[in-house]
Structures are given as structure tokens and as C-alpha cells.
């Protein structure tokens, strides 16, 4: 069964790091990219990161480039989203999607790009 988990979220204080992990079972993480999102109440799903499969580049939104950064763990089937100096507008679910191949620099951030699978999300919480 392909599945995506999403865990490592939780509350912090504004400046503070977390690490997110998106691990994957039911499929070889290796050969998708791997997208992150977040989304708000009331707001639409913001694309901010992503990691290529074979190639490994990633891209970043430019709101979050310095900050976010993406690795991938092979022997754990997993992607490992690092997030520092966090803002409270940080404050959201994570979510972490996959498609097959590369990252599309222009179209990463779409939702509807990542149609292999998603995972239920983690809330991180920002505040002081």
C-alpha cells in the first residue's frame, strides 16, 4: 500500500528549527520528487519546497529560501525538511506530496502537480 507519513511537528518558539520527515512505505521514495506544502484554516495548500528523485536538485519558494532545506535518507525511504529561524507565519500543516521524476522548476509549487500521493500532514505551531 503506498502511504506517505508525515511526522516532527509541534510547538516552538519563534527562531527556533524543527526537522520534518515525510517517510514513505509501499514505494521507493528514490524514484519520485517530493514536494512540500502547508496550508492555513481558510487558505489554499502553498507549495514551498521540493527535492527531485534521481537528480536530487531542489527548489524553494523564494518566502522561505535560507531557511527551508530538503534531504533524503535512502535507507529510510525518507525526505527530511529542516526548517530554521521560524516565524510565527511559519505556523501550519506540512504536507509532503510525491510525483514521479524531477521536480518541475516551474510547476513545483502546484498542487496538482504531485498526483502519486500525499500524506496526512503535521502541524507545526510557532509561537511565542
Known amino acids: 500500500q503506498v502511504q506517505l507519513v508525515e511526522s516532527g511537528g509541534g510547538l516552538v518558539q519563534p527562531g527556533g528549527s524543527l526537522r520534518l520527515s515525510c517517510v514513505a512505505s509501499g514505494f521507493t521514495l528514490d524514484y519520485y520528487a517530493v514536494g512540500w506544502f502547508r496550508q492555513t484554516p481558510g487558505n489554499e495548500r502553498e507549495g514551498v519546497a521540493c527535492i527531485g528523485g534521481s537528480d536530487g536538485n531542489a527548489y524553494y519558494k523564494d518566502s522561505v529560501k535560507g531557511r527551508f532545506s530538503l534531504t533524503r535518507d535512502k535507507a529510510k525511504n525518507a525526505v527530511y525538511l529542516r526548517i530554521d529561524s521560524l516565524k510565527l507565519e511559519d505556523t501550519a500543516v506540512y504536507y509532503c506530496?510525491?510525483?514521479?521524476?524531477?521536480?518541475?522548476?516551474?510547476?513545483?509549487?502546484?498542487?496538482?502537480?504531485?498526483?502519486?500521493?500525499w500524506g496526512q500532514g503535521t502541524q507545526v505551531t510557532v509561537s511565542s
Open positions: 506530496a510525491t510525483v514521479w521524476g524531477l521536480c518541475s522548476p516551474d510547476t513545483y509549487v502546484e498542487v496538482s502537480e504531485y498526483d502519486h500521493s
